[in-house]
């Protein structure tokens, strides 16, 4: 327990020793360079830089005055290296902000001593006219305008190098150019104070001279400037009829021609405010230079017009994307802003009223780029235009047609027709596309077979397939119908349309006929083709073998093809299938009901267009029965069976 008394009372001791500390922790916590940024922001005087230095010498006697130990139990703690690191960092911050009050000073003693200088070279200046006597006499005004302030400019820059002397002594690093300045800063003052002085008394006894080759320079620039305007206004760039390419040319002639004039009239003005003389006033002068000055704007607009539009000329037709021409948009229609703020006395000038020509051009012309840019325009319609406009254009070759071809041919005096031609191909590529359905439909559509009965192989017509392309035969009629009665823009595709429709309708009559054959096939194959009826009637039961014979054929060819176009115009399956109808309706037919029994019956199975293999087989007479019966069976036609067009297949 004592022992941990002691320690604890020793610990203690010692944390009230370093509190003792506390008051230079600023000096390690604190960044001296964040420091001084905040310190320049309040934009420090001479008395503030001398407060932080006296506050760094009272730190560093505060720290020299720390005992050189400290006793604490049987401990001694010295304090010798604590003391010469803390007086370390206490020079640290001295430095710094003595560095930054240098940086101060050497700017103001340079840009005075530089100042010196250059009013010394202008007033030994030799004056050989009134344009150096006016450089001169200006100068001589300067010097005495800065002598009633100049001391409140050198006591600065002194008092800081006498502050960064006392506060930092022989620690203060200055190079001879600079050690040279600084002593010589008044005395350089004063010499030139002397030097104006001298100047002074040798200008009063020439200005007599000067003051009359001032008056006679006035007389001759007051004719000078008359014939300058007289020239101005016959040989300038507001000459009537002049093309903008010579107005150009002559503006940058006038405004160098004037800015001679106008640096003579500004020597003459200082000579005459010199001398103390009423200014000449030059309202020609003035006029020409608002005029040039308008000119100017007007023409500088002129040329960013002209180069942005000859840049775009060189576009190549391929390359003119939605954003090249979101891009023309825009940029044109800035231009066209800023002419429109151009002065209002420039929009009843000719070249005015020509940029605004070309910039509307120019903006009315971008739509119709626009329009002829679309998917829709194909070769025959550049034809078309080409004719129109009377001018061949390379669209077959994107890479070497470009806009300068487009903006050439002078396409607004067509603006209609090419508008209408570019309509024509909207419609037309719809037409197009409405047309390549119905080919690619029929390029690939295929019939689908099933077997019938015991019979090996598929030997008819999948019913509800047949049923699918009697339906997309009449929708594809009916938009072929359609476009095909569009004679004002369906001429590239009416050949193609009239073929396709021939086609299918062709197709519409054969599957009417087949599937009228398929269901008298499937009706008569039971009776004939076995059992008691076809051993009673060998010779229609030969018949009827011959005929099942060529529709097994038709089938099997029909089944290698499997498309619907080809198999209804192959001659191979169409020929036979009217020989096999007229054969199959003629043929007897035992086991259809009577005619009066018929009425009160349902339909026929060979109305549905699901084929009779789907349903039971029809109920087969005895021999017996069959002779007695026959007489009363006629034998019409199976209307029933046949898929009729909600319209006439062949319409166009």
């Not at 100068?139 to 302030?149: N, V, Y």
């Not at 037309?428 to 192989?457: H, N, P, T």
């Not at 229609?540 to 499997?562: G, R």
Request: glycine content about 4%; charged content about 35%; some cysteine.
């Amino acid at each position: 327990m004592l022992l941990t008394g002691s320690i604890q009372g020793t610990k203690n001791k010692i944390h009230e020793e370093l509190e003792k500390f506390k008051e230079f922790e600023w000096l390690w916590t604190k960044n001296i360079s964040k420091e001084i940024e905040e310190f320049n922001k309040s934009n420090p005087q001479i008395h503030h830089y001398e407060e932080k230095l006296r506050l760094f010498n009272k730190t560093e006697e505060s720290i020299e005055k720390i005992d050189a130990f400290f006793n604490i139990g049987a401990m001694s703690l010295k304090t010798h290296h604590l003391k010469e690191r803390l007086k370390g960092w206490v020079r640290e911050w001295k430095a710094q902000y003595s560095s930054d009050l240098h940086k101060r000073a050497r700017t103001l003693l340079d840009e005075l001593t530089e100042q010196t200088k250059a009013l010394t070279k202008r007033v030994q200046m030799p004056v050989k006219d009134i344009d150096t006597l006016g450089m001169v006499m200006t100068t001589l005004e300067e010097i005495r305008r800065i002598q009633t302030e100049i001391d409140m400019k050198f006591d600065p820059v002194i008092e800081m190098y006498d502050l960064l002397s006392n506060f930092m002594g022989g620690n203060l690093n200055l190079d001879t150019v600079e050690m040279d300045s600084r002593s010589v800063l008044r005395r350089n003052w004063d010499t030139l104070i002397h030097l104006a002085d001298q100047r002074v008394k040798e200008l009063q006894t020439t200005q007599g001279k000067f003051l009359k080759e001032l008056k006679e320079d006035v007389k001759n620039f007051i004719q000078n400037v008359v014939d300058f305007r007289k020239d101005y206004e016959m040989n300038g760039p507001m000459v009537a009829f002049i093309t903008p390419k010579e107005a150009k040319t002559r503006l940058y002639r006038f405004e160098e021609e004037y800015a001679v004039r106008k640096t003579k009239f500004e020597i003459n003005k200082a000579g005459e405010n010199l001398f103390g003389l009423k200014n000449q006033e030059y309202p020609s002068l003035v006029k020409t230079e608002s005029e040039l000055k308008n000119l100017k704007q007007l023409y500088d607009l002129y040329t960013r017009v002209t180069d942005e539009i000859n840049n775009y000329k060189q576009t190549a037709w391929v390359d003119l994307n939605p954003e090249a021409l979101l891009d023309m948009t825009e940029v044109i229609g800035k231009l066209s802003d800023q002419c429109l703020r151009l002065p209002k006395d420039l929009k009843e000038w000719e070249a005015y009223k020509e940029l605004k020509q070309e910039i509307d051009n120019f903006k009315e012309i971008l739509p119709l780029i626009e329009s002829l840019k679309r998917p829709a325009i194909k070769a025959r319609h550049w034809k078309e235009i080409s004719e129109l406009v009377k001018k061949e254009f390379n669209y077959e070759h994107d890479d070497a047609f470009f806009l300068s071809d487009i903006l050439e041919a002078k396409l607004l005096n067509f603006r209609e027709d090419i508008e209408d031609i570019c309509d024509t191909a909207v419609k037309q590529l719809k037409i197009e596309s409405q047309l390549k359905d119905v080919q690619e439909y029929w390029k690939d559509a295929a019939f689908e077979f099933a077997k019938f009965k015991q019979r090996e192989g598929d030997c008819i017509l999948k019913g509800d397939r047949v049923g699918e392309i009697r339906e997309k035969i009449d929708e594809d009629l009916l938009t072929l119908s359609s476009i095909g009665a569009q004679t004002k823009i369906n001429k590239p595709f009416i050949e193609a349309i009239k073929s396709e429709n021939d086609k299918i309708s062709e197709a519409f009559e054969t599957l009417d006929l087949w599937y009228k054959v398929q269901s008298l096939w499937t009706n008569l194959e039971a009776v004939f083709m076995g059992g008691d009826i076809a051993k009673a009637m060998p010779v229609e039961a030969k018949k009827f073998q011959a005929i099942d014979k060529n529709w097994i054929k038709i089938m099997e060819k029909a089944n290698e093809s499997k498309k619907v176009i080809s198999c209804c115009l192959n001659e191979v399956i169409k020929t036979p299938l009217a020989g096999l109808q007229e054969g199959l309706e003629t043929a007897p037919n035992p086991s259809k009901p009577t005619s009066k029994k018929r009425k009160n019956s349902s339909p026929d199975s060979t109305s549905s267009p699901i084929p009779p293999s789907s349903r039971s087989s029809p109920k087969v007479p005895t021999p017996k029965t069959f002779k007695k019966t026959l007489k009363s069976f006629s034998t019409p036609s199976p209307k029933s069976n046949s898929l009729k067009p909600t319209r006439n297949p062949t319409s166009k």
